[in-house]
């Protein structure tokens, strides 16, 4: 990067800032100039926010979503979920995504990542042992793959229901389909054809 | 429109194409002229396909889709298709889009619109009385309501749902859902809640 005539504790401030996607380096700049602007303790209370929200995330004990310390994730935590269907997803971020739908009553899994030949991440590299751990304990009925709808996420949930199987838990996934308030016009072959495939009694 | 110092003929040429969808008073003009510059014959070739198109698509005899004067249209025209399967779609352009899939091998019915009291348009604007006909002609075992998947495309599947279900056909409906290719953290709360009921066995 070519920031110039900074302090140099400024322009680590500014190169660190950089490194977080989506933030190109005016924008690393700005963020910069804008905590030295803030009130005492103001940039402390940031550093310190993040310090603590990854050291106490590294993944909850059975769900391996982030959680505080070795405590349960907030869905866990939580004694109105349903504990006999789990939700497996590849990421923190698509628990939010479900959660915002408001009717999933669940628990989750969260893997960590997708099985990608491309990208060198085989099954050992994801959080599935403890999937497999928490099945095999018995006390589950259903796990619902939603896996992003792309083909490492429909790899993955085909893997992972394979594996699971023999345990005698219904396996389902997240149905393709036409998207609520779209156009047919507009819809890929895909998922038309999935959509199709999936058409259901009305 | 302000065209000026245009004769006549042209200035209405203009005003003809300015009534196209998405074609503006410059488009229009535009189009008026290149017309004007076009070879001997090349006019009367336009203006021919145009009225000959309209005159021959007035809606195929059973299924409404456009086709050649009293003749069937290109899909019921094909002895390969599935008679047994009618697929209800609002628009002649939705049956392009079923087609682009290149998997369904039924029939269509169209219905050049949908239900939509905001709009004044009831049940009988819409070719519902043909689609009675050819299921209670007895031939038909499956209908695919595969309206717009949006408020009115889906209170329309409901209402030919009810019409239907005396013949004891058959009633589906494409499958709502997270489209092919997408990620769940942009599919929007309605999706993701389709997609979690309709959920398959893997």
């Known amino acids: 990067m070519t920031v110039e005539y900074l302090p140099p504790a400024l322009e680590t401030l500014?190169?660190?800032f950089a490194k977080l996607p989506g933030v190109g380096a005016k924008?690393?700049?700005?963020?910069?100039?804008?905590?030295?602007?803030?009130?005492?303790?103001?940039?402390?209370?940031?550093?310190?926010?993040?310090v603590g929200a990854r050291g106490r995330s590294a993944g909850g004990p059975g769900c391996q979503n982030f959680a505080e310390g070795d405590g349960p994730c907030p869905?866990?935590?939580d004694p109105r979920r349903d504990r006999s269907t789990i939700c497996v997803v590849a990421d923190p971020k698509d628990v939010t995504a479900m959660e915002r739908g408001r009717e999933y009553n669940g628990l989750y899994h969260v893997l960590h990542g997708v099985i990608s030949p491309m990208n060198h991440v085989g099954p050992d590299d994801l959080r599935i042992q403890p999937l497999v751990s928490r099945v095999a304990a018995g006390d589950v009925s259903e796990v619902i793959m939603a896996t992003n709808p792309d083909t490492e996420g429909e790899a993955t949930a085909m893997y992972l229901a394979r594996l699971l199987r023999p345990f005698g838990v219904r396996v389902t996934r997240l149905a393709y389909g036409v998207p609520v308030g779209s156009h047919l016009e507009f819809a890929d072959q895909a998922t038309l054809m999935r959509a199709l495939e999936g058409r259901q009694e009305l």
């Open 14 to 16: 500014v190169e660190q």
């Open 27 to 50: 924008s690393a700049q700005r963020l910069a100039f804008y905590v030295l602007s803030m009130p005492e303790g103001g940039a402390e209370a940031v550093a310190q926010a993040e």
């Open 75 to 77: 869905v866990c935590a």
